[in-house]
């Protein structure tokens, strides 16, 4: 296994052994936390050495990532190397059908399109009383309507705009799917101001969420690791875009004053 250079990747050098942990457990661990007899990260010296101080070996976590979004055979043709990680993020789009992709999308709308397919596939088998209660809590509760079809248009909306309101959905969707296919929470959800801005994680809505997803059917079991990835990686590069615009540190002022 041999870490490719992938600038979609790069950004992980920044990530904290912290926020890597949800990635690396996705990675490594099955729905009932056993080790994934087809990773190799965990038998890797480096890995040995560091762990848990998952940012000194990002690299082997990035090649991870590669390694489980192509073929085998290949991966041992390349000399241990994987696909690059938009090659991955489009095979887990094109599994899951999402619609609208284009050739000159930018992986971050890749991202949000795959995201948006997550969240509205959930709208559309929740019960009215559930969606007024996520319009509620993300904010979409002026809607003149809250059929799918509408939050759906607001989603796409929210995520284009970009800001802590893309990341709260965001957050929400990467919950509810390590919840349904792995199994458990996301424990980067434990941020004071995420908990506070992303209260349903825990309540009946995430519930309803991740309900939807529980019973999805992935062909293959390697997308019941690069699906959950992506989505991490998607979670991890949103994070990082409001730390480095500051957006994390005005909304934990704003509950600070509360």
């Avoid at 904290?16 to 990635?23: K, V």
């Avoid at 991870?64 to 390349?78: D, P, V, Y």
């Avoid at 809590?137 to 995520?159: D, E, V």
């Amino acid at each position: 296994m041999a870490y490719r250079f992938d600038e979609d990747l790069e950004f992980l050098r920044e990530i904290s052994s912290c926020d890597l942990n949800d990635l690396v457990e996705c990675l490594t661990k099955d729905k009932d936390g056993g080790a994934l007899w087809t990773e190799e990260l965990t038998s890797n010296p480096t890995y040995k050495k560091y762990h848990p101080d998952h940012s000194k070996y990002w690299e082997l976590i990035a090649a991870e990532c590669q390694c489980f979004g192509a073929n085998s055979l290949m991966t041992a043709l390349r000399g241990g190397k994987g696909v690059l990680y938009r090659e991955v993020l489009a095979d887990v789009c094109d599994n899951l059908k999402v619609k609208g992709i284009v050739k000159n999308d930018h992986t971050l709308d890749i991202e949000n399109k795959l995201l948006t397919k997550v969240l509205s596939d959930a709208i559309e088998k929740m019960p009215e009383e559930d969606r007024i209660d996520f319009a509620k809590t993300i904010g979409m509760s002026s809607l003149k309507s809250l059929t799918p079809a509408a939050m759906t248009a607001a989603i796409q909306l929210a995520f284009k705009a970009g800001g802590f309101k893309s990341y709260q959905l965001t957050l929400i969707a990467a919950n509810a799917i390590s919840r349904a296919i792995l199994g458990r929470g996301l424990a980067l959800a434990g941020n004071a101001a995420l908990t506070r801005t992303a209260s349903m994680l825990a309540g009946p809505v995430g519930w309803a969420i991740a309900g939807a997803w529980t019973a999805v059917d992935i062909a293959g079991p390697a997308y019941r690791v690069t699906m959950p990835a992506v989505i991490q990686i998607a979670l991890l590069r949103k994070k990082h875009q409001t730390e480095r615009d500051g957006i994390l540190k005005d909304i934990e002022r704003e509950l600070g004053e509360a």
